[in-house]
Every structure is written in structure tokens, then in C-alpha cells.
């Protein structure tokens, strides 16, 4: 059965350091998006691309993040200064079709843990 | 401003159903109703998915209210491995696809 995958599975870094998480959603997908939780809250939206741009983004998303599609088949997720208050679970997801309207179950990887120390 | 509402906690015996309610009395008539779990902090798992029509899969099945602002999920014989975080998900915003994850239940399936 196909799936999401994500690495590094844990990524421990240094306050002001760039990380990139990295994502390879299900082959045929073409939605793909990029969540959060800090430890013990609520799983947050962060931002969503479709056709090789940004379709959505949250007040989090703000401009230390970025997201890319360098190769057709890896999504990464950038952070270029970490601070303390980034760390969390990153979690990728991906859907064949658009969810809200047309019915497109998300498949969420398995989350990458950033640690900002 | 929650887009969904569920109670916090659940339990429920091993072999009984679990029932799982949430309230989305906002949701458009067009819009979809997804269920997850999540266990520990593993990804959250698709469960089932509704419009407006009951829905049955080998996981569980989807009961939506005819006025569509209110859903149960159902697992039919429960196991300790379904114990989990439940998540009722409707659309994160009114153009978007993104979805809006509540506080969700915490469901514990007792031996």
C-alpha cells in the first residue's frame, strides 16, 4: 500500500539554524501539505501547494518557511532561523483530489520531531 | 471559533461499540466530514469519510445527521488497539482545502 514518508524521523538543531524536512507524498498525488503540533496541542495547518505554488498558508507560515518540489517527487518544508518555539511535530500529507469540496482523503506521513535547542 | 466540538474523553469495554459524536453546526452543504485518529504522536490515520449518506467501512461507520451539523463515528467492537485520539475534521477555511483539526476524544478501550 503506498504511503507518505518523511526524514529525517527526529532533527535536533541549534536556535537561528535552517533545517529543511523533507516529504515524498503518494506517486499520483497532487495536493500536498504541511501540519504542525506542538507537544500536546492541537495538529495546526501550516500551508498547502498544489501546481508547483503555494495554494493556502496559515499566520504560522510566516517568512522563515518555505515550502519546494525540487524534483517531482520530494515536498520540504524549510526553516531558515529555528527558533525555540518551532519545535514540534511536522507532519506531510498528501491527496489525489482537493479535500473540502471533493472528498480527497489526506495521507499523513509519519512526522518528522524538530527539537530546538 | 471551533469549527468542531467533541468531548474531550471517552471510554469504552473491549468488544462494545465505541460511539464518537461531534458537533460541526457550520459546515456548508457541499462539504465533506473526515474522520482521523491519531495514536501517540504518530501521523493521524484516515478513518472514513461522509457527505451527506451514511457511510460503512472495514474500520467503522459514519452516521451524519439529515441536517448534516452533526456526525458519530462508530467502532463496532472495539479493541485496545483502537484506543487513540479521534479527530472530526471539517475544511480549515471557506476557500481552502487544509483541514481544521479540533481538540478531538480521547478514546480508552478497557480490557
Known amino acids: 500500500e503506498p504511503e507518505v514518508t518523511q526524514t529525517p524521523s527526529h532533527q535536533v538543531t541549534q536556535m537561528g539554524q535552517e533545517v529543511i524536512l523533507r516529504c515524498v507524498p503518494i506517486s499520483n498525488h497532487l495536493y500536498f501539505y504541511w501540519y504542525r503540533q506542538i507537544l500536546g496541542q492541537k495538529v495546526e495547518f501550516l500551508v498547502s501547494f498544489y501546481n508547483n505554488e503555494i495554494s493556502e498558508k496559515s499566520e504560522i507560515f510566516d517568512d522563515q518557511f518555505s515550502v519546494e518540489r525540487p524534483d517531482g517527487s520530494n515536498f520540504t518544508l524549510k526553516i531558515r532561523s529555528t527558533k525555540l518555539e518551532d519545535s514540534a511535530m511536522y507532519f506531510c500529507a498528501s491527496t489525489a483530489l482537493p479535500s473540502g469540496l471533493a472528498g480527497g482523503e489526506q495521507f499523513f506521513g509519519p512526522g518528522t520531531r524538530l527539537t530546538v535547542l | 471559533d471551533a469549527k468542531t466540538t467533541q468531548p474531550p474523553s471517552m471510554d469504552c469495554a473491549e468488544g462494545r461499540a465505541a460511539n464518537l459524536p461531534c458537533n460541526h453546526s457550520t459546515i456548508s452543504g457541499n462539504e465533506y466530514v473526515y474522520w482521523y485518529r491519531q495514536i501517540h504522536s504518530q501521523g493521524p490515520q484516515y478513518i472514513i469519510h461522509?457527505?451527506?449518506n451514511n457511510e460503512t467501512n472495514e474500520m467503522a461507520s459514519l452516521i451524519i445527521t439529515e441536517d448534516r451539523k452533526s456526525s458519530t463515528l462508530i467502532l463496532p467492537h472495539a479493541t485496545l488497539r483502537d484506543t487513540a485520539v479521534y479527530y472530526c475534521?471539517?475544511?480549515?477555511?471557506?476557500?481552502?482545502?487544509?483541514?481544521?483539526f479540533g481538540t478531538g476524544t480521547s478514546l480508552t478501550v478497557i480490557p
Open positions: 475534521i471539517v475544511r480549515g477555511s471557506n476557500t481552502g482545502n487544509q483541514f481544521y
Open positions: 461522509g457527505l451527506k
